[in-house]
């Protein structure tokens, strides 16, 4: 075998698989501080509480799932009370950076939070992405961390919105003067569910949704600068470079971040409309999307989510529907990043002789993403013993 087929990078294609890496352990605690192992109820039954458990899959893949955190988190709510996650939320703060939630207008905890959860799952990559053009923009002497949103006009500083609490409200604040006036600008597919086109018109949640794709449509510029910043990189350290006969980042990941999502699923609604003329025909555009098999990896949509959340009392079909479309999204987002974290390992000896060092473990998982930002392990129950478990 040539010393060039030893060196070569392949693109690496696997499925979802459970690794149990970080785990909330929820512990049901008495008005004295005790752990509960149980309590009489009304009737005076015996109820047994105990200590349970969530666990996070954090596959070294594409998707995420993370089924059992988005369980436990509706569980705690609907059962205890939501304000037991009240130290949760503000642990979390400015994450995730593309969600935002309208309590007076649209106040319904179990939502706000499973978007909460949804929003972290689709957008865990994004941290990584800003910690690789921190190092990055440094070596080639560019600032890639601010962009200009292409929808709304918005310039986005992604350094200041990670690391400055007081910076979201801002960018919230702006984004909510000029959504009114571009409003119409966002793709059909991201408004239909929300502004009443689908049967359904929640002003708080066309908003909500809107923010998500301004964020989300940065982070996909972000990961195209980041594949130019390695081809420039290349070119300043050229002689390294050509003396350690690696492969360059595949152009998958350009043909991935320029394919026309919005327009992919718009032709998949189109195509479901077309069936719902034949009265025999009664699958639900929620459900139709679920069958849709993803392009490259060989599994359908309904292999990436679970919407059949224990403890949930909402069922809301725009809901469901919407974070398919969502999850479908960040399909199509994360995989790139997925490639280039993968070839800077393939490449590490290459980055660490020119002096790219990364602050944060590579390939970068869920789990890494939960203690970067400082998830809890343990979540303490104040009304374990005043609701019915």
Same mark, same amino acid.
């Given at each position: 075998?040539?010393?060039?087929?030893?060196?070569?990078?392949?693109?690496?294609?696997?499925?979802?698989?459970?690794?149990?890496?970080?785990?909330?352990?929820?512990?049901?605690?008495?008005?004295?501080?005790?752990?509960?192992?149980?309590?009489?109820?009304?009737?005076?039954?015996?109820?047994?509480?105990?200590?349970?458990?969530?666990?996070?899959?954090?596959?070294?893949?594409?998707?995420?799932?993370?089924?059992?955190?988005?369980?436990?988190?509706?569980?705690?709510?609907?059962?205890?009370?939501?304000?037991?996650?009240?130290?949760?939320?503000?642990?979390?703060?400015?994450?995730?950076?593309?969600?935002?939630?309208?309590?007076?207008?649209?106040?319904?905890?179990?939502?706000?939070?499973?978007?909460?959860?949804?929003?972290?799952?689709?957008?865990?990559?994004?941290?990584?992405?800003?910690?690789?053009?921190?190092?990055?923009?440094?070596?080639? !002497? =560019?600032?890639?961390?601010?962009?200009?949103?292409? *929808?709304? &006009? @918005?310039?986005?500083?992604?350094?200041? $919105?990670?690391? #400055?609490?007081?910076?979201?409200?801002?960018?919230?604040?702006?984004?909510?003067?000029?959504?009114?006036?571009?409003?119409?600008?966002?793709?059909?597919?991201?408004?239909?569910?929300?502004?009443?086109?689908?049967?359904?018109?929640?002003?708080?949640?066309?908003?909500?949704?809107?923010?998500?794709?301004?964020?989300?449509?940065?982070?996909?510029?972000?990961?195209?600068?980041?594949?130019?910043?390695?081809?420039?990189?290349?070119?300043?350290?050229?002689?390294?470079?050509?003396?350690?006969?690696?492969?360059?980042?595949?152009?998958?990941?350009? !043909? =991935?971040?320029?394919?026309?999502?919005?327009?992919? *699923?718009? &032709? @998949?609604?189109?195509?479901?409309?077309? $069936?719902?003329? #034949?009265?025999?025909?009664?699958?639900?555009?929620?459900?139709?999307?679920?069958?849709?098999?993803?392009?490259?990896?060989?599994?359908?949509?309904?292999?990436?989510?679970?919407?059949?959340?224990?403890?949930?009392?909402?069922?809301?079909?725009?809901?469901?529907?919407?974070?398919?479309?969502?999850?479908?999204?960040?399909?199509?987002?994360?995989?790139?990043?997925?490639?280039?974290?993968?070839?800077?390992?393939?490449?590490?000896?290459?980055?660490?002789?020119?002096?790219?060092?990364?602050?944060?473990?590579?390939?970068?998982?869920?789990?890494?993403? =939960?203690?970067?930002?400082?998830?809890?392990?343990? *979540?303490?129950?104040?009304?374990?013993?005043?609701?019915?478990?």
């Amino acid at each position: 075998m040539s010393e060039e087929n030893n060196n070569s990078f392949e693109v690496k294609f696997s499925p979802p698989k459970p690794y149990l890496q970080h785990e909330l352990i929820v512990f049901d605690i008495d008005p004295e501080g005790n752990v509960a192992d149980a309590y009489f109820d009304e009737d005076g039954n015996t109820v047994i509480v105990g200590k349970r458990m969530a666990k996070v899959p954090c596959p070294a893949v594409l998707v995420p799932t993370a089924d059992d955190l988005q369980e436990a988190i509706i569980a705690i709510g609907n059962r205890y009370g939501w304000e037991e996650l009240k130290a949760l939320e503000e642990v979390l703060g400015v994450f995730p950076l593309s969600h935002t939630w309208d309590k007076i207008n649209f106040d319904l905890p179990e939502l706000e939070w499973e978007g909460k959860i949804e929003a972290m799952i689709e957008e865990f990559k994004m941290f990584p992405a800003i910690k690789i053009a921190e190092v990055l923009g440094g070596l080639i !002497d =560019l600032d890639l961390l601010k962009i200009t949103d292409p *929808i709304f &006009g @918005i310039e986005i500083d992604l350094a200041k $919105l990670v690391s #400055d609490p007081e910076y979201k409200p801002k960018l919230v604040a702006e984004f909510q003067e000029k959504f009114e006036e571009l409003k119409d600008m966002l793709p059909s597919i991201d408004r239909e569910n929300f502004d009443g086109t689908d049967g359904v018109d929640t002003p708080a949640l066309t908003i909500s949704q809107a923010f998500k794709t301004m964020i989300n449509e940065v982070g996909k510029l972000l990961s195209m600068s980041i594949y130019n910043g390695f081809v420039k990189l290349i070119k300043i350290f050229k002689e390294v470079w050509e003396a350690a006969g690696l492969d360059f980042i595949p152009t998958l990941v350009l !043909d =991935l971040l320029t394919f026309d999502v919005e327009g992919f *699923i718009q &032709g @998949i609604k189109d195509k479901w409309k077309e $069936l719902k003329k #034949d009265l025999n025909f009664t699958t639900s555009f929620r459900d139709y999307l679920l069958e849709i098999e993803l392009p490259l990896l060989g599994f359908t949509v309904g292999d990436l989510i679970n919407l059949d959340i224990k403890d949930k009392k909402i069922d809301w079909p725009n809901w469901d529907t919407q974070k398919i479309i969502n999850k479908i999204g960040a399909y199509f987002r994360d995989f790139p990043q997925k490639i280039m974290e993968d070839w800077i390992k393939y490449a590490t000896s290459f980055l660490e002789e020119i002096g790219f060092k990364l602050p944060i473990p590579i390939p970068f998982t869920f789990c890494a993403f =939960l203690e970067a930002i400082g998830v809890p392990k343990e *979540i303490n129950l104040k009304n374990a013993l005043t609701l019915d478990a």
